[in-house]
């Protein structure tokens, strides 16, 4: 069975730091294409950034230079490394898996809750 | 960068009517690249539909996709009362990647 759990959400001021982890079951994260998607309190969805299977990594505009997305295929895990942290990225962060061959999402964690404020 | 628009924002209907949610696209979009989400409150979301018109693995049959171009539709022919939820729209365009959600159709209890 195929599983995602998110961890390492939590309060944190503006501009600082925070990793969040996306400890992978069932399937091998390093041989799938694998997403960060979030949802601010009471929005709608909003994707942040992507791996591929080949190591390349793309971000949405509100969050280049400042995010950064990587793997450890010893752990089957993924993680998005965030940095200069501002109000407008609290949300909920998603991780999920894109679907073999095709530009969706088939799996989904449950999500962990970013707050940024002072 | 292509925006997605859904209609309408709330959509109010009783259980066993049929249900026809819009996704526009402000440019042509490859059918193989929309898909449609549903997501209950303090869940993630679903995938319910892909390529615009195949279900996902167990999604029930009275869910369908259509449409092309700039105009999709997801249709829910008899609602069951655990379909109330809201309903995402997604697009997927490359050089360089990116995945564009619509803003959401609230489906709610009548």
């Known amino acids: 069975e195929v599983q995602l759990l998110e961890s390492g959400g939590g309060l944190v001021q503006p501009g600082g730091s925070l990793r969040l982890s996306c400890a992978a079951s069932g399937f091998t994260v390093s041989s799938n294409y694998m997403s960060w998607v979030r949802q601010a309190p009471g929005k709608g969805l909003e994707w942040v950034s992507i791996?591929?299977?080949?190591?390349?990594?793309y971000y949405a505009d509100s969050v280049k230079g400042r995010f950064t997305i990587s793997r450890d295929n010893s752990k089957n895990t993924l993680y998005l490394q965030m940095s200069s942290l501002r109000a407008e990225d609290t949300a909920v962060y998603y991780c999920?898996?894109?679907?073999?061959?095709?530009?969706?999402?088939?799996?989904w964690g449950q999500g962990t809750l970013v707050t940024v404020s002072s | 960068e292509i925006v997605l628009t859904q209609s309408p924002g709330t959509l109010s209907l009783s259980p066993g009517e049929r249900a026809t949610l819009s996704c526009r696209a402000s440019?042509?979009?490859?059918?193989?690249?929309l898909a449609w989400y549903q997501q209950k409150p303090g869940q993630a979301p679903r995938l319910l539909i892909y390529?615009?018109?195949s279900r996902a693995t167990g999604i029930p049959g009275r869910f369908s996709g259509s449409g092309s171009g700039t105009d999709f539709t997801l249709t829910i022919s008899r609602l069951e009362p655990e379909d109330f939820a809201v309903y995402y729209c997604?697009?997927?365009?490359?050089?360089?990647?990116?995945?564009?959600f619509g803003q959401g159709t609230k489906l709610e209890i009548k």
């Open positions: 390529g615009a018109s």
């Open positions: 999920a898996r894109e679907a073999e061959h095709r530009p969706n999402f088939d799996s």
């Open positions: 997604q697009q997927y365009g490359s050089s360089p990647p990116v995945y564009t």
């Open positions: 791996i591929h299977s080949g190591g390349n990594t």
């Open positions: 440019q042509s979009v490859s059918s193989s690249y």
